[in-house]
């Protein structure tokens, strides 16, 4: 059992994609299970973006489709590797979930739109993958179309993210003259033009970018440019550096088009050689080792059912060691008892099958009749060990709620408090003001109408939501200064988290810095640690 188990682990690679919405990552995620010889479904990632509905709608479908499978877990298998990606969902749907699904990833793919450079969500996403120290893997999609020069994309990296980048591969022709690309660990050109999209390849014989062969391939003008671009950045570039790459501190990168089916496949076979297979994870009992044969595993996600009638939800746990199999009963730590694991799921695009067996790396997903909660720990054998919690992200929109209906005050408290166990919102309560103000913070707008909707249908308590402008929220980590006694600008609310802690809302950028300055001493953090 013990070979067995390390035999899965070693070949499974966990990974999101991160991206700005349009950068392509529906078209990559397509190009990626064709590989895998998921062909069938290929066309359901499609299909599943192809439902972009309006938010109202959504809550219908939800209702009538029973638990939604927006965001969930494609896996498959390539090269004898079993890959897992995590689907992050993009615009309207992104919320705290999503950032949570980083948490259960081991790498990330980050996909960046060549014309456009580094975008917004993108950033959003980096930050948690940065924080969590996994190798993150550049693929610079489009290069199809005109795109902007790879050195600016490269600095934008470093200026805009932090993180230095290795090219694998650099493109020749950006200006909408896309002919391919160098690979400069064989010394070939993958060519674009005429050549099937990169399935015709010329190698160096001398192994260098400086050939005759390329030359005439090119054409001088081409050739030239290639050969002092990739002079500059074998000079002044970052060398290779493989330990880097797995810490997050260099990004690989890679150059491409998901459309058109360019630079796909070598980058797939790059990245599972050198993305991590799942990894020792901390515990309060020290490392847990994935091929260890106690099942450990962690609750990242809990997706609720929206309709009254099946109130059943699915909790997503990623697997950190041992074997999962059906029915298998496991220890709830945060419960103090035994718990079986029913009706477990996987699911393949939108298809979902019951899994029988499962292991580190992958994620599954088991009906949940209200014991779940974000964070928790599952494990076998160990009733002491306990995974850390799954932080708190930076929430962007806040808004004070009360019950329209002051009698209904009871029902309201413990609605807001459940939906705050799962993860639906983050509950803030201001301080020096009595008992009505609470506060609830969101990453994604839609986590309001989600709670505005499940507190009158579970627990028939019409809400008065009224929006605040604030849209950062910052963690007091250290102060000489009483929090009360900050200087702080007007508009920043002093409030408590669910923990006690204090915590500033800040209306912009701009009064985070002010109250940095006014007061040095001050220490604050955008994404909440949870202990263990
Ligand atoms: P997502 O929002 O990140 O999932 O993006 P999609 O995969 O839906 O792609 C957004 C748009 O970009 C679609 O119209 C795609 O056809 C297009 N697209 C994706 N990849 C490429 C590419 O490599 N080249 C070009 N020219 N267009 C692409």
Known sequence: MQNKISY??????????????????????????????????????????????ATSDWMEIEKQRGISVTSSVLQFEYNNYCINILDTPGHQDFSEDTYRTLMAADSAVMLIDGAKGVEEQTIKLFHVCKMRGIPIFTFVNKMDRASKDPFELMEELENVLGIRSYPMNWPIGTDGDFKGVYNRKLSQIELFEGGNHGQTVVSSIKGSVDDKIFADLLGDHYHKKLCEDIELLDMAGDPFDKEKILKGELTPMFFGSAMTNFGVQPFLEEFLQLAPKPGIKMSSEGEVDPESDKFTGFVFKIQANMNPAHRDRIAFIRICSGRFTRGMTVYHVQQGKEVRLSQPQQFMAQERTIVEEAYAGDIIGVFDPGIFHIGDTLSEGNSNLRFEGIPIFP???????????????????????????????????????????????VVGILQLEVLEYRLKHEYGVDLRIQKLPHRHARWIVSSDTEPRNLTLTSTTMIVHDQDERYVLLFENEWSIRWAEEKNPSLKLEDIAKRDL
Do not use: C
Not at 27 to 44: C, V
Not at 415 to 441: A, H, P, R
């Open 395 to 441: 929430a962007e929109h806040f808004a004070k709620v009360t019950p329209v209906d002051t009698m209904k005050r009871k029902q309201f408290i413990k609605g807001i408090n459940q939906l705050s166990e799962e993860g639906t919102i983050q509950v803030f309560k201001q301080i020096d003001i009595g008992f009505e103000s609470i506060i609830v913070g």
């Open 8 to 53: 899965e682990v070693e070949r499974r690679r966990t990974f999101a994609i991160i991206s700005h919405p349009d950068a392509g990552k529906t078209t990559l995620t397509e190009k990626l299970l064709l590989y895998g010889g998921a062909i069938r479904l290929a066309g359901s990632v499609k299909a599943r973006k192809a439902n972009k509905y």
